[in-house]
Every structure is written in structure tokens, then in C-alpha cells.
């Protein structure tokens, strides 16, 4: 939210905020079921773009998302999440 708060208050626009969610399953509901705009990652909605129950009207360049990773502890752990969680972290250091 601090994002979109920060690119609203960048472009001088004061929205009128009737559901704010996290979860992104009831972000997809939200955005097909009401009138207005929603923020939502285009890969969450990607059916209904696809098929034009949606519409992209604009893309928000410095808006992002934060993401993690968990997992529990292994006595032997599946070598491809290793390797995803390292790329992920070499990505996130650049």
C-alpha cells in the first residue's frame, strides 16, 4: 500500500479506496466484480485480460510487490528450490 499511496501522491490524484485486500485470489474477485480500477498484478488476472473481461488501461512503473519465500527445514532439501531461492536473492541484489 505504501506504493500506491506514494505513486497517488506523486501524480496529485486522491482515490476513492473501497476494499483495499492482500490476498491476491480475492484481489482477482474484486477486480471483475466492481465498476472502477483495480491494482493488480496483469500474471493475477491474466485469464480475464486474455479474454477481455478486463482491461489494462495503464501500467504503474515503480509499483512493486514484495514477495517471500518459505519453506521448512529439510534433512535433505530439493536441490531446484535451492537454486530458485539463490537466483531470487542474486536478483534481488542488483
Avoid at 518459505?70 to 542474486?90: C, D, E, M, Q, Y
Amino acid at each position: 500500500r505504501t506504493g500506491f499511496d506514494a505513486l497517488v501522491s506523486r501524480l496529485g490524484v486522491r482515490p476513492h479506496i473501497v476494499a483495499e485486500v492482500d490476498d491476491m485470489a480475492m484481489l482477482r474477485l474484486v477486480a471483475r466484480s466492481h465498476n472502477g480500477l483495480a491494482v493488480v498484478p496483469p500474471i493475477v488476472v491474466k485469464d480475464e485480460l486474455d479474454s477481455g473481461i478486463l482491461v489494462e488501461v495503464a501500467k504503474l512503473p515503480g509499483l512493486e510487490e514484495t514477495f517471500f519465500a518459505i519453506t521448512s527445514t529439510r534433512r535433505f532439501p530439493n536441490p531446484l528450490l535451492t537454486l530458485v531461492l539463490h537466483t531470487g536473492k542474486a536478483a534481488g541484489e542488483s
